[in-house]
């Protein structure tokens, strides 16, 4: 029998996706957390905007407006952990509704070839 318990009291839902890029993990993370990148690899990211100075780091803010079921969304992000091409945790601090979003970046083994 699971023990389960409920993370929170509210509705939620938990999106998890993943890729392999072959590339260096230092290039993919470096584009993929420049939010000025967002709108060429994210396809429902329409504007980015920087609410607090250049570099990204702890404490960044950025403002994203992004199409998502037919409804043009804002929000704005702030940047809660960021470990150079291991870790960037995100969440909102405006917007329609609470968001975090997590990205991991990990090198995998390379594949056994016969």
């Known amino acids: 029998m699971a023990n389960l318990k409920p993370r929170s009291t509210g509705l939620?839902?938990?999106v998890k996706t993943e890729i392999e890029i072959e590339r260096p993990r230092s290039q993919v993370a470096a584009?993929?957390?420049d939010p000025d990148n967002a709108t060429s690899w994210y396809e429902n990211i329409k504007a980015v905007e920087w609410e607090t100075p250049r570099p990204l780091g702890v404490g960044s803010r950025?403002?994203?407006v992004a199409e998502f079921l037919g409804r043009t969304l804002a929000y704005t992000y702030e940047i809660e952990e960021l470990a150079i091409a291991e870790r960037l945790v995100?969440?909102?601090v405006q917007g329609?509704?609470?968001?975090?979003t997590k990205y991991i970046w990990r090198t995998q083994p390379k594949a056994l070839h016969a």
């Open 96 to 100: 329609p509704f609470p968001m975090e």
């Open 62 to 64: 950025v403002g994203f």
């Open 12 to 14: 939620g839902v938990e």
């Open 31 to 33: 584009y993929a957390a």
């Open 90 to 92: 995100t969440r909102t």
